[in-house]
């Protein structure tokens, strides 16, 4: 990005310090002090912040067109970036709570985040070669994509429309509930009651890992799959699988077709509703 300006080694500490700064290169400077200031690139017009510390809460709030390069952001940034568009954040560790809130068109690549409730409301965000640690992930947003991420945390992709994650390790718990189109290839999801009542979730190639996954869902595909510590499966879910290895148990699917090498136990049981589904196992 070129800009006209540049501020450089410079320490800002007030209220607004750089309030609705436009068309500037903002290197190496500091923000923190005595002053204690929040808001200090509120309102910014095509920036680009590199190699800066931030210490001040809500730094950069509707923001437009920025970058973050080689940046920090610690413990006392609190929700640092909200109701921001058109962003690009690259080898930045960002550790303040609530990171994005409601922003639109944001890149993340070769970063270290730690940030509980990280990306709620937020539309056509990208995540690539990043770790990420959150306890709420991406709650309520819309038009994402993870390429090569580590997630650890717990509630994650909650309530998400048109999501893609590709190659990506995943430690999480109620992951994907109420989520729509969702597609996971080439990744492995470790957690606990995976993706209860999601419509039109598809993996490909994953290893999924835990106990009661997949119940309640809707257009539910998994194609050549590894399940392992995977019990009380698919309970009232449609489902098409194709699922290599054994499956500790399978409970009242309700529709569709799974294919599976083993599986422990197949229970039809006390059942609310019709159940439908076909189950085959190849060793048979």
């Given amino acids: 990005m070129k800009l006209k300006n540049k501020i450089e080694k410079k320490c800002f500490d007030e209220e607004r310090a750089l309030y609705h700064l436009q068309d500037t290169e903002v290197n190496h400077c500091t923000f923190a002090g005595e002053a204690d200031g929040e808001s200090v690139l509120k309102e910014t017009r095509n920036i680009s912040v590199q190699n800066c510390e931030f210490s001040l809460r809500y730094p950069l709030w509707h923001a437009q067109k920025y970058e973050l390069i080689?940046?920090?952001?610690?413990?006392?940034?609190?929700?640092?970036?909200?109701?921001?568009r058109d962003g690009i954040i690259d080898n930045c560790h960002l550790k303040g709570v609530k990171m994005l809130r409601e922003c639109t068109n944001t890149k993340i690549m070769n970063s270290e985040i730690n940030s509980p409730e990280f990306g709620w409301k937020c539309d056509n965000i990208e995540l690539k070669d990043t770790n990420?640690?959150?306890?709420y992930l991406f709650l309520d947003s819309r038009n994402l994509r993870l390429e090569n991420v580590n997630f650890k945390g717990k509630y994650s992709f909650q309530y998400v429309e048109n999501l893609e994650i590709d190659h990506c390790i995943l430690e999480t718990k109620d992951a994907f509930w109420h989520s729509k189109n969702v597609t996971v290839k080439n990744s492995i999801i470790k957690g606990e009651y995976l993706a209860w009542f999601s419509e039109g979730l598809t993996l490909i190639h994953c290893k999924i890992i835990g106990t009661q996954p997949f119940c309640y869902c809707e257009h539910l595909k998994l194609i050549d799959c590894e399940m392992e510590d995977t019990d009380l499966s698919f309970e009232y879910s449609d489902v098409e699988a194709t699922i290599k290895g054994n499956v500790l148990s399978i409970k009242n699917p309700k529709s569709g077709k799974i294919i599976v090498d083993s599986v422990g136990e197949i229970i039809k049981e006390n059942s609310i509703m019709e159940l439908h589904a076909e189950i085959m196992i190849r060793d048979k």
Avoid: Q
Avoid at 74 to 84: G, L, M, V
Avoid at 132 to 135: M, P, Q, R, T, Y
């Fill in 70 to 84: 080689n940046s920090k952001f610690d413990e006392k940034t609190r929700a640092p970036i909200w109701y921001s």
């Fill in 132 to 135: 990420i640690e959150s306890e």
